[in-house]
T-cell receptor, first 113, second 112 residues
Framework: DARVTQTPRDKVTEMGQEVTMRCQPI?????VFWYRQTMMQGLELLAY????????DSGMPKDRFSAEMPDATLATLKIQPSEPRDSAVYFC???????????FGEGSRLTVL | GENVEQHPSTLSVQEGDSAVIKCTYS??????FPWYKQELGKRPQLIID?????GEKKDQRIAVTLNKTAKHFSLHITETQPEDSAVYFC???????????FGKGITLSVRP
């Protein structure tokens, strides 16, 4: 049963620390998305890749967030420096460009103290 | 860009009753409309979807209808059960950039 894998599942860190979240998309998928979920904002799109190329990162705070796909099996989302307002659940999702279907990972719960 | 809205934001029904959740979208080029269910502490999971070339799709107790002219689509759940309690997200997909735009989500509560 193919799944999107995210690490870490839970992360508690102090303000100012660097945080890196990782995602392994489903093999064969050519789109990868990063979403942030908070109680107030629902599912907020941060970044979007197609065939590893970044297509849209307009929802991402550029001064502290960065997203990359070093290869087809790994997507990363980095926050440096982290702030308490970054506390949220970060979801990675992968899919196929042609169909639009998206499959979500279990999420990374980030708490910044 | 696409804008997807869900109404209402919360819905409470008695077990066994039907629930209908509505979404509207703004981009007439959108051609794929999935629904996701998210249980507390879990990931959103795709439960049903519809493409713009059909008007209705059914899978056991859930169905989705699409009105392209009015640009809205709805999720119908019949014979609701307590395990249907969750947050439901609708989304619209525009083929040009293959990006899913989500609604804010609706919390469905099924009272036993």
């Amino acid at each position: 049963d193919a799944r999107v894998t995210q690490t870490p599942r839970d992360k508690v860190t102090e303000m100012g620390q660097e945080v890196t979240m990782r995602c392994q998309p489903i093999l064969g998928h050519n789109t990868v998305f990063w979403y942030r979920q908070t109680m107030m904002q629902g599912l907020e799109l941060l970044a979007y890749f197609r065939n590893r190329a970044p297509l849209d990162d307009s929802g991402m705070p550029k001064d502290r967030f960065s997203a990359e796909m070093p290869d087809a099996t790994l997507a990363t989302l980095k926050i440096q420096p982290s702030e308490p307002r970054d506390s949220a659940v970060y979801f990675c999702a992968s899919g196929l460009f042609a169909t639009g279907e998206l499959f979500f990972g279990e999420g990374s719960r980030l708490t910044v103290l | 860009g696409e804008n997807v809205e869900q109404h209402p934001s919360t819905l409470s029904v008695q077990e066994g009753d039907s629930a209908v959740i509505k979404c509207t979208y703004s981009d007439s080029a959108s051609n794929y409309f999935p629904w996701y269910k998210q249980e507390l502490g879990k990931r959103p999971q795709l439960i049903i979807d519809i493409r713009s070339n059909v008007g209705e799709k059914k899978d056991q107790r859930i169905a989705v209808t699409l009105n392209k002219t009015a640009k809205h689509f709805s999720l119908h759940i019949t014979e609701t059960q307590p395990e249907d309690s969750a947050v439901y997200f609708c989304a619209a997909h525009t083929g040009a950039n293959s990006k899913l735009t989500f609604g804010k989500g609706i919390t469905l509560s099924v009272r036993p």
